[in-house]
């Protein structure tokens, strides 16, 4: 079934246009929280995915979080820099990079939990239970989840 046809489709009434607004809004919250760890919202995803073991390498990080890879090795070397995680190649196979958080960096995605559900929730806060399950629900589906 198509929703959009070229008569009806309207930029800002499609659901691309809201889930970018929504994104963005939830990101410039996120980096707003985030700022006193010096990293944003985007670094805090890798942080959390690594101290997980969701992902260990920039690919699959990539992957995971919707990244492109240049954009990923620029972010990784930023958390690098800061000490946060270090890059090794893989013995099996040099080709692989292998990413593991530092002791400064595992203490820090520890503190993230207690920063990141105050701000979602204010976002939420507005949504029943149902209404809240329901809409993580539809996103599972819309990215085919």
């Known amino acids: ?53 969701i992902a260990s390498t920039p690919f699959e990080l990539s992957k995971l979080l919707g990244i492109d890879t240049g954009l990923m090795t620029r972010m990784l070397d930023k958390l690098e820099a800061k000490g946060l995680l270090v890059r090794s190649r893989s013995v099996e196979d040099r ?30 806060r507005n949504f029943s239970r149902s209404e809240f399950e329901e809409l993580g629900r539809l996103l599972r589906k819309f990215i085919g989840e």
């Not at 691309?16 to 607004?21: D, R």
């Not at 990293?39 to 997980?52: P, W």
């Not at 503190?111 to 559900?117: A, N």
Request: no cysteine; charged share 20%.
């Open 1 to 53: 079934m198509d929703h959009y046809t070229p008569s009806n489709f309207k930029l800002t009434q499609s659901i691309g246009f809201s889930l970018t607004k929504a994104r963005n809004l939830i990101a410039s919250e996120l980096d707003t929280a985030l700022k006193d760890l010096d990293i944003s919202s985007q670094q805090m995803g890798i942080v959390l995915s690594l101290q997980r073991g």
């Open 95 to 124: 080709r692989v990079v292998n990413l593991s958080l530092t002791k400064q960096g595992e203490a820090m995605a520890t503190q993230i939990p207690e920063i990141v559900p105050p701000v979602l929730n204010a976002r939420l």
